[in-house]
């Protein structure tokens, strides 16, 4: 048991991001349940426990879509840790109408205890680790020894770990998570997909040594919906 849970939130009637907690059983939400099984199947040997979920370029829904297939996988009685590793630009807190003033930034600088920046959600088992305070060098402490220390022990207490990190294409940090996770998804935009970004950042990871399991397209619309929702995922390997 990690801390206290925030009482006063119903994420079934809260930030409409979290749409697989809020209309469980809508095509949306189905999507995501989707791509939560292509993760499972998309290594015979191996079993993935943890995603970094990322894209090419900003506003491709990347943390819409990592916070989602989390809470399927809790959803799926796994043990689920979604991590905000966009130390430039964290939305996590935001979503989750959570505090940041500790978080994995905190944890690294400071060595904090895995429990002491841990956050229970009123969502079974989901827990988060929020970014913690913007650091002035977000790179140097992802690629730190600290950094792989505390991905090893969150590894090791959960089923399976989201990671949520900045744009490819923008900063560094995506390559460097991408070492530490099983596998990387990276996440594109239909209204602002651009083949030759996505083609570079495919490039990127490739030269990372990343395991690139998929990719998903965001807000592709079904002719007989008005919904959108994520329609395609591939194994880019």
């Known amino acids: 048991m990690f801390g206290k849970k925030n009482k006063h939130l119903d994420y079934t009637s809260g930030p ?3 749409i697989v907690a809020k209309e469980p059983k809508s095509p949306i939400s ?44 809790a959803q ?6 979604l991590l905000d590793a966009d ?12 505090n940041n003033q500790k978080g994995l930034s905190t944890a690294i600088v400071n060595e904090m205890p895995l429990e002491n920046v841990i956050k229970e959600t009123e969502i079974e088992n989901l827990d988060i680790v929020t970014s913690g305070p913007v650091p002035p060098n977000p790179s140097e402490l992802i690629a730190s020894n600290k950094m792989e220390h505390f991905f090893k022990t969150v590894t090791m207490q959960y089923d399976m770990v989201i990671v949520d990190s900045p744009p490819i294409l923008a900063v560094t940090d ?24 996505l083609t570079h950042a495919k490039d990127l990871l490739h030269k990372a040594d990343s395991n690139l399991i998929g990719v998903v397209l965001n807000n592709k619309k079904q002719k007989s919906s008005k919904d959108s929702y994520y329609y395609y995922y591939g194994n880019e390997k």
């Open 16 to 18: 409409r991001d979290l």
């Open 30 to 73: 189905e999507q995501y349940r989707t791509i939560r099984t292509n993760i499972t199947y998309s290594s015979v040997d191996t079993p993935i426990k943890s995603v970094l979920f990322t894209s090419s370029l900003p506003s491709a829904g990347k943390s819409t879509t990592a916070a989602n297939v989390a809470i399927a996988y």
């Open 76 to 81: 799926a009685g796994k043990k689920t840790l």
């Open 87 to 98: 130390l430039r630009r964290p939305t996590t807190h935001y979503t989750f109408e959570m």
């Open 174 to 197: 995506g390559q460097l998570l991408s070492k530490l996770v099983d596998g990387t998804i990276l996440v594109t935009n239909v209204e602002s997909n651009n083949k030759d970004s």
